[in-house]
């Protein structure tokens, strides 16, 4: 009984449209969803991923409304298609009312469906910037030489072919107005392809000017655009099929034409053939449901988050700059290999920036991109680490610049760009604390290197103070620390409680006349030369490091800068291979031991 009920209305349907010398499809998205996949089948696999997506948006976090840019492109070959902006403004009305459930006939939804029918919250607002800045009305208007667009004619989307270039997808809205045969609209889904992720409406039955009926009320585009967000027809595009809504009733198929209320089927109580979704005449459909407006508000929050976000609407241009670089800075010294890259963006604009592009490039290296979000006062900076480095030792340069505030282009260019120059010296970082007694006037320090010469020293210190000295100690050499006291007691314990500390390791103060430390990064190793008899490679090491010899190996060592064994192997053969991934990043001394009583060190880097 079903199967005939829908030949009948499927004729019917023929009877309508060839009665107005036409035919077209009440909606062409499956049709081209299903194309596509044939030519992209690993669109599917996406579209499950967005699925499980919105099954797992929790509607807590969501937003109360949503305010999306709109821009409407017009494509037209003669002037009726050429659409008057009444008609493009009277269409924006339409949609902010049937998705705000401001519509004039939201009366007519049936009593047993008013407890689920809803206002969706989403707002669409004509565009006032185009993605370069520059100010518009929204609107683009493209002569064409084509006559009419089929429903799988791509030709829309492309400058070069006839039709007009999508507005970046993640900050507007687009909706194309044509001459569409085959179907009266067509949208993509969230996760289709993005150079065409957009909506498009045959220009005769878009607004409600001298709009001819049945679809005379601009209900072509709000069913699109629910498939922009992510709805499904009604009836799950199968028999009694599921649209993974809960509360529209399941039903057995479209409906055409307006249906007498109510029209039962698939054991429901009635279609809500009322439904925005279903293939009613304009002037029957007055409603979505609750269930509807939370996919399209998870669709909104895990899939479009830029564009609800997108400040397209609004007219303040944004202007974003570096203007200084925290680390490094420029000529700043480091000691060793290692830096953090931190670096100050400032926001010139009058109005808050949410995200903006950094690109930066060290020396020749490719330049890397990364994308900063959050929200960034006018007049106000914030400080950003790009991460941690590691680079051979000597002057290198650093250029850093922003682009892109908020996805449009930054108006000021000028103080977009920093270059920075910076030196990484051969050694590691040495520091030293001494905290004095109740006597300073007693104390001094002196550094002594190889030569015995002075090369840092402190004859007044304040008594009860923590004093802290540091310097970059060369990787193979030696200092002496001398710490003295003229009374002969220390600084510890009688008057107050001294103490010094060496890179973190803490002594304790009881001495008498003086105490020494002997700093040598690489404590117990004494070159016997014969530099040229061993080879290590390669260096920089990635991790592996081979050491060929040509006497027998009786062992290695590899050592830190500061002197400490990280790795020993007692060895036999004239080759060895080294895994050293489990160490930092860095240099290391690696010290090799051959049978002839031959000891050689060598520096490497892992990087
Ligand atoms: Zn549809």
């Known amino acids: 009984m079903r199967r005939i009920s829908y030949i009948t209305l499927t004729l019917l349907l023929l009877i309508i449209t060839s009665s107005q010398g036409f035919s077209q499809l009440r909606c062409g998205t499956m049709q081209r969803w299903n194309a596509d996949t044939k030519d992209h089948p690993q669109l599917i696999e996406k579209r499950q991923i967005i699925e499980n997506d919105i099954i797992k948006w929790e509607k807590s976090t969501a937003l109360n409304s949503y305010n999306i840019p709109v821009v409407f492109h017009i494509l037209y ?11 493009i403004q009277n269409q924006l009305d339409v949609l902010n009312q049937d998705f705000n459930r401001n519509n004039p006939d939201a009366n007519q939804t049936p009593a047993e469906f008013l407890n689920v029918a809803a206002n969706c919250n989403i707002n669409f607002c004509l565009a006032q910037r185009t993605p370069n800045n520059d100010s518009t009305s929204g609107i683009t208007y493209t ?26 997808p993640e900050r507007y809205l687009n909706i194309y107005v044509c001459d569409l045969t085959n179907a009266l609209g067509f949208s993509s889904f969230p996760g289709g392809i993005e150079s065409r992720d957009a909506v498009v409406i045959n220009y005769s039955n878009f607004g409600t000017i001298d709009v001819s009926p049945p679809f005379n009320k601009g209900r072509t585009a709000t069913h699109e655009l629910g498939h922009w967000l992510n709805l499904l027809h009604i009836w799950g595009d199968s028999n009694c099929g599921n649209d993974q809504v809960q509360d ?7 409906n055409y034409g307006c249906p007498s209320h109510p029209s039962p089927t698939c054991s ?27 996919r399209m508000h998870a669709t909104l929050n895990s899939q479009r988050t830029d564009l609800i976000q997108s400040q397209a609407c609004s007219l303040p241009y944004e202007d974003i700059g570096i203007i200084e670089n925290v680390s490094p800075a420029n000529n700043q010294d480091f000691c060793g290999y290692e830096f953090e890259l931190i670096t100050s963006l400032y926001n010139y604009s009058t109005s808050s920036v ?19 979000s959050g929200d960034l006062l006018p007049n106000s900076s914030v400080e950003i680490n ?10 290198h340069t650093l250029l850093i610049y922003s682009s892109s505030p908020n996805g449009f ?6 103080n977009d760009t920093l270059v920075v120059n910076f030196n990484l010296k051969d050694g590691s970082p040495f520091e030293f604390q001494i905290q004095t007694d109740n006597y300073a006037e007693e104390n001094r320090w002196e550094i002594l290197n190889d030569n015995n010469e002075i090369i840092a020293y402190e004859n007044e210190l304040v008594s009860n103070q923590l004093n802290t000295f540091s310097f970059c100690q060369d990787v193979d050499s030696c200092y002496t620390l001398v710490v003295y006291d003229e009374y002969e007691d220390g600084i510890c314990c009688d008057f107050g409680n001294g103490f010094i500390s060496i890179n973190n390791q803490v002594f304790n103060g009881n001495f008498n006349s003086e105490i020494e430390f002997d700093l040598c990064t690489i404590s117990t190793i004494k070159e016997l030369s014969q530099q040229d008899a061993l080879i290590v490679y390669p260096n920089p090491s990635n991790g592996m490091l081979i ?61």
């Open 77 to 87: 070959e003669n002037e009726s298609e050429n659409i008057i902006i009444e008609q």
């Open 143 to 168: 002569q064409t030489d084509i006559s009419s667009f089929s429903l799988y004619d791509n030709r829309i989307f492309h400058d070069s072919l006839g039709g007009k270039t999508i507005w970046n």
């Open 248 to 254: 529209t009733p399941i039903q057995d198929t479209e």
């Open 268 to 294: 429901n109580n009635g279609d809500m053939f009322q439904n925005f979704m279903d293939y009613t005449d304009d002037a029957c459909m007055n409603l979505f449901t609750e269930g509807q407006k939370d």
């Open 354 to 372: 949410y995200e903006t592009q950094i690109y930066f490039q060290i020396d020749d290296d490719e330049t890397q991109m990364m994308e900063w």
């Open 386 to 395: 790009l991460g941690n480095y590691t680079l051979s030792a000597g002057q």
């Open 409 to 414: 282009r930054d108006l000021n260019p000028n």
């Open 547 to 607: 050491i060929e010899s040509p006497f027998k190996i009786e062992y290695i060592r590899i050592y830190d800068l500061m002197g400490k064994i990280v790795l020993e192997k007692n060895c036999h053969n004239k080759e060895e291979e080294l895994n050293l991934y489990h160490l930092d990043k860095g240099p290391y001394l690696v010290l090799i031991s051959t049978q002839n009583e031959y000891t050689q060190y060598q520096k490497i880097i892992i990087q």
